[in-house]
């Protein structure tokens, strides 16, 4: 299932919002409807954390995780990382990387068991998400685009990907990820993906400006195949 919402009257969510299997966060800025919305589909079956990175509202763009784990720029807050360590399930890992590139999630892509990144970044990088996220990590690039994360969405299920990437590297991915890709894009006609939607293996939510045809490929794609 997917549902609309929008952000200080901003239909891109992905930049504010990261969802996992075990864990959501939202900035301390998000409107009560909004938040009303998300509350009432997890019934507190995850925890929805409050908080900001590089005291910014900006999560979505800048922190990378999935049930396991946590990944957070270096220069994180001590408050900021302290929040997010009390209030996530005891099981999940939070770790501060030392990477050049603080947008993460602009670099990097995954689920519970893979993890696409750019050729760029560290190997202090790559081992961290193998070590928190317990991922294999395959490096992967799409030609000029530097930003991987942008043009691809993930869940454990399947992966919606922009349709400017090419059918090799669409297959390539596919059979990296060994998941089933489909092209598709969001707030009617959007190619940032990772903007405009955020999803975890049961929920996910979009753009207001996201049409029914949109929104039909990603609850196809993002749903468990029988």
């Not at 919002?17 to 966060?25: A, D, Q, R």
């Given at each position: 299932m997917f549902l609309k919402l929008n952000f200080e009257n901003s239909n891109d969510i992905g930049v504010f919002?990261?969802?996992?299997?075990?864990?959501?966060?939202v900035p301390y800025e998000i409107n009560e409807k909004c938040?009303?919305?998300?509350?009432?589909?997890?019934?507190?079956?995850?925890?929805?954390?409050k908080t900001s990175i590089l005291q910014s509202k900006c999560l979505g763009r800048m922190v990378i995780g999935n049930k396991k784990g946590i990944i957070l720029p270096s220069e994180t807050t001590f408050e900021e990382f302290q929040k997010i360590k009390k209030f996530v399930p005891e099981n999940v890992i939070v770790k501060k990387c030392r990477e050049k590139f603080s947008a993460l999630s602009n670099c990097i892509v995954n689920n519970d068991f893979s993890a696409l990144s750019i050729p760029e970044i560290s190997n202090?990088?790559?081992e961290l998400l193998s070590d928190v996220l317990g991922v294999e990590v395959f490096k992967v690039s799409l030609g000029s685009e530097k930003l991987l994360g942008s043009f691809c969405v993930i869940n454990n299920y399947g992966g919606l990907i922009s349709q400017f990437v090419s059918l090799e590297d669409q297959d390539e991915i596919s059979s990296l990820l060994q998941i089933p890709l489909a092209v598709g894009t969001v707030n009617c006609g959007d190619k940032y993906l990772s903007s405009g939607l955020v999803t975890n293996d049961w929920v996910g939510f979009c753009g207001f400006r996201t049409t029914q045809s949109e929104i039909l490929v990603m609850e196809t794609t993002f749903s468990k195949k029988k």
């Open positions: 919002i990261k969802l996992t299997n075990t864990y959501c966060l938040l009303k919305v998300i509350e009432k589909e997890f019934k507190k079956s995850i925890p929805i954390i202090e990088t790559e």
